[in-house]
């Protein structure tokens, strides 16, 4: 789960599970919230803040 991944929003350790959430989360963003597509690989104050969204909008989905 993300939550085993991530602790205060930041990575906390890394796991064989947590490549399999990021897969999941960057699917589900491309198809659900397109406009915050390619926040993975953006390094810039824009993309933080897009990953910052993903996050809440992703945790907060109600088990989609």
């Not at 906390?12 to 491309?30: F, H, N, P």
């Amino acid at each position: 789960m993300v939550k085993d991944c991530y602790a205060n929003h930041a990575i906390a350790s890394i796991k064989m599970g947590c490549y399999q959430e990021r897969d999941s989360l960057v699917a589900w963003t491309a198809r659900n919230h397109p406009e915050l597509d390619n926040f993975i690989n953006d390094l810039s104050m824009k993309g933080a803040l897009k990953y910052k969204k993903t996050m809440e909008l992703y945790v907060g989905r109600g088990g989609e």
